[in-house]
């Protein structure tokens, strides 16, 4: 079903660092068990891929409560791990400083629509109330707000101050808020439990701020917030240890396609696929990195249908 | 198990014999409810015996739109349940993601004919021309069945319906979505109690849902209701009107060593069923299948495997969504044998004495008359026997979901997507 070597995963972490026939580059010896560079990879590409499903959550008709749910709950589980392995530091400081947004797999505050509102409140987002903090845990975030001009700010953080908190990131699809709340009626106004804020991975270099105005705008006015951070693989990562999880990967591993007979369930995916050239088969691999803001500008007016 | 049928249909949604089980409802995708009658044995024509044969069709639900959150309503029935036959009229409700209604099926053979006003076509007649009058009398017809909406119980719901339950008092039902429980009166179309609501103050904090919900055959006060995490909380009417707080929690313990990214998903529950008896409750994750004694809470009595060798599969069954297939379970009319369905066409029944097991597939070839199912079998070692099937050429686009055992006799009814099948036990 995987690719060789690739040992199966998940089911049991414990076994990891004693897996033989891993592809990867050898695992840090002394480093805990979920630092094996296979089981790190199953663990991104499962995050990846519930992010996705996450945010394609918008079709005609209602999104399932349940498998919403359960998704969440997914992504919240591998959030809570990486933040205990620090690898989740990692991840998120390898975003802020990366340059390119371009070509991949859009995580986070999900599609779900998001009312005016609560977009220009302006409010800081709420404290991930469910994954909380983590004693010692300090990350970088991009947070953008305000309405009017785009106010970018680097957030160091630390554990004392939970209003800015990291996986305040995540709080879109964690929330899954504008999802869910979308089946509420009565709670639709002045309830802002969708993120307002706007968080976007770090692309933070000048000539690209007024795509990020755009960006803003397109978000402000329509109904869909495109997920703004994304969970990408960086062409040349400034992190060597980001870079070591990632080296090895193996495109053919995510192909699931040739997992089950019959063809593989259209939808969110077709979406995907068609509006970038790399499916959900190419998740992790090391393409080439397109630069342009643009090309996500233009795919994000495709899915709000502008 | 032999003698099959095979109907074609929309996509299948739901299955259910009536308390006889001479009537055998389905409903599907397109929000139609078609019914199915058992032929009465007859001595002229003894093959037709115990035939099923189509009684009724009707539409039952039609889409709507939401104009407020511009979505959809799909006309997708998503339940049926009859209610226990009161005089010669069938009644049952059925419901889509936000309203149920309660049908009425009446059969009418006899028409009225020489009506005084109207001719026989239905002309009125010339009032001058009325010379006598005539006592109009009933001529017998053919059959026909009618179906006629008698309640419309609306906009209770503002999450997705996923079961409705008729009480044991024949007078009331629950119907629950996601969030909430609502127990209505048969009567009463505009008012219902709301008993449950798992609804967040914050919805940022909701991590668990309703999956499933049923009232007890007996005892009109009792109902439980299961969770996507893999519990079971069974609640008392008399104890609350706001049956937040439980009577009984089931839960199993999970094992630590199998413990994945998954085990939520997969623990979670998607149908809940008590037995005829009203002592056990069945309960189907996406694995297994359990069979929980009501006065022990701690663990179920039972536990069956259904499809245990998709669990090394189960990072692909994420990706295509198969992992949140809902799978529903019924019991036999003794309780002594249990069924659900699998993918490929599969279907897996258990001998709750004999404790054997047997897998099944529902398939063109096994409904011709008179055909035996053959067992099948998937391998799941290395090596795959002659005429066993292994795991990875099972398709997972063929899926039971529904399945539906006669009340009192060895008659199943199982659909496969748009396909309904019926098979029986002839014993000559």
């Known amino acids: ?306 | 198990i032999e003698q099959g049928l095979c109907f074609a249909a929309d996509i299948i949604s739901t299955v259910e014999f009536n308390y006889s089980g001479e009537l055998l409802a389905t409903g599907d995708k397109g929000g139609r409810v078609v019914i199915f009658q058992h032929e009465q044995e007859s001595k002229n024509r003894p093959h037709l015996r115990g035939e099923y044969n189509v009684y009724s069709t009707f539409q039952s639900h039609e889409p709507e739109f939401d104009y407020l959150k511009s979505l959809e309503i799909e006309e997708k029935i998503n339940k049926i349940r009859w209610l226990p036959q009161q005089n010669a009229a069938h009644f049952l409700l059925s419901t889509n993601d936000k309203t149920i209604k309660l049908w009425k099926i009446s059969e009418r053979d006899k028409r009225a004919e020489g009506y005084n006003l109207k001719d026989e076509d239905g002309r009125l007649r010339d009032p001058f021309r009325i010379t006598s009058l005539r006592v109009p009398v009933l001529m017998p017809m053919d059959l026909m069945v009618e179906a006629s909406p008698r309640r419309i119980f609306a906009n209770a719901h503002t999450y997705h319906i996923n079961s409705i339950s008729v009480n044991s008092d024949h007078e009331t039902y629950l119907s629950a979505d996601d969030l909430r429980i609502n127990l209505w009166h048969l009567e009463i179309t505009d008012r219902s109690f709301n008993i449950v609501d798992i609804k967040p103050a914050n919805m940022e904090e909701l991590t668990e849902v309703i999956t499933a919900a049923e009232c007890h055959p007996h005892q009109c006060n009792v109902f439980v209701y299961s969770s996507s995490k893999g519990t079971i909380r069974l609640c008392d009417m008399r104890a609350a009107a706001l049956c937040d707080r439980h009577s009984k929690f089931f839960e199993e313990p999970e094992d630590p060593s199998s413990r994945s990214f998954f085990s939520e998903i997969i623990s979670s529950i998607s149908d809940v069923k008590f037995s005829h008896s009203g002592r056990y409750m069945m309960t189907r994750d996406y694995l297994s299948v359990k069979v929980w004694d009501l006065n022990m809470e701690n663990r179920p009595v039972e536990t069956y495997q259904v499809h245990e060798y998709l669990r090394s599969k189960l990072c692909s069954l994420y990706e295509n969504d198969c992992i949140f297939d809902k799978f529903e379970c019924c019991w036999n009319g003794s309780d002594s044998a249990i069924m659900t369905g699998s993918y490929n066409n599969f279907f897996r029944m258990f001998d709750r004495n004999t404790r054997r097991d047997i897998t099944l597939e529902a398939s063109r070839e096994s409904s011709k008359p008179r055909a035996t199912l053959k067992p099948r079998k998937v391998s799941t070692g290395g090596k795959r026997k002659k005429d066993e099937i292994s795991v990875d050429s099972l398709d997972f686009n063929k899926k039971i979901l529904h399945t539906a055992w006669h009340p009192k006799e060895n008659v199943i009814a199982v659909a496969a997507t748009n396909n309904l099948y019926i098979f029986q036990d002839k014993i000559n």
């Not at chain 1, 919403?68 to 997914?74: E, F, K, M, W, Y």
């Not at chain 1, 693989?233 to 980001?242: E, I, K, V």
């Not at chain 1, 790399?278 to 249908?305: F, Y």
């Open chain 1, 1 to 306: 079903m995987f690719t060789k070597g690739t040992k199966r995963k998940f089911s049991d972490p414990g076994e990891e660092p004693a897996s033989s026939g891993d592809p990867g580059p050898a695992a840090p010896s002394a480093a805990a068990r979920t630092l094996s560079s296979s089981y790190s990879l199953q663990r991104q590409s499962l995050l990846d891929m519930s992010l996705i499903k996450l945010q394609l959550c918008h079709m005609l008709v209602e999104p399932n409560l349940c498998r919403s749910v359960l998704i969440a709950n997914t992504v919240r589980q591998i959030q809570e791990e990486m933040t205990q392995d620090g690898t989740w530091h990692i991840m998120t400081q390898a975003l802020a400083a990366a340059q390119c947004p371009a070509d991949r797999l859009v995580a986070t505050e999900v599609l779900c629509r998001q009312t005016d509102a609560a977009a220009q409140a302006g409010q800081s987002p709420k404290p991930f109330s469910v994954v909380g903090l983590q004693e010692g845990y300090h990350s970088e975030e991009v947070v953008m707000e305000g309405d009017v001009e785009t106010e970018v700010t680097m957030s160091s953080l630390s554990p004392l101050s939970p209003q800015l908190s990291s996986a305040s990131y995540l709080t879109g699809p964690f929330e899954v808020g504008p999802c869910w709340e979308e089946e509420d009626e009565e709670e639709e106004e002045g309830d802002c439990e969708e993120n307002e804020e706007e968080d976007s991975e770090g692309c933070l270099s000048d000539g690209e701020e007024r795509d990020q105005d755009h960006l803003n705008a397109d978000s402000r006015t329509g109904e869909k917030v495109f997920g703004t951070f994304e969970i990408k693989h960086p062409a040349s990562p400034p992190d060597p240890a980001l870079e070591e999880l990632f080296s090895d990967v193996d495109p053919s591993y995510y192909d699931l396609d040739t997992v089950l007979t019959g063809t593989p369930k259209m939808g969110p995916y077709d979406l995907l696929e068609s509006l970038s050239s790399h499916g959900p088969t190419a998740l992790s691999s090391s393409s080439s990195c397109r630069s342009d803001l643009n090309e996500l500008d233009h795919i994000m007016e495709i899915i709000v249908g502008s």
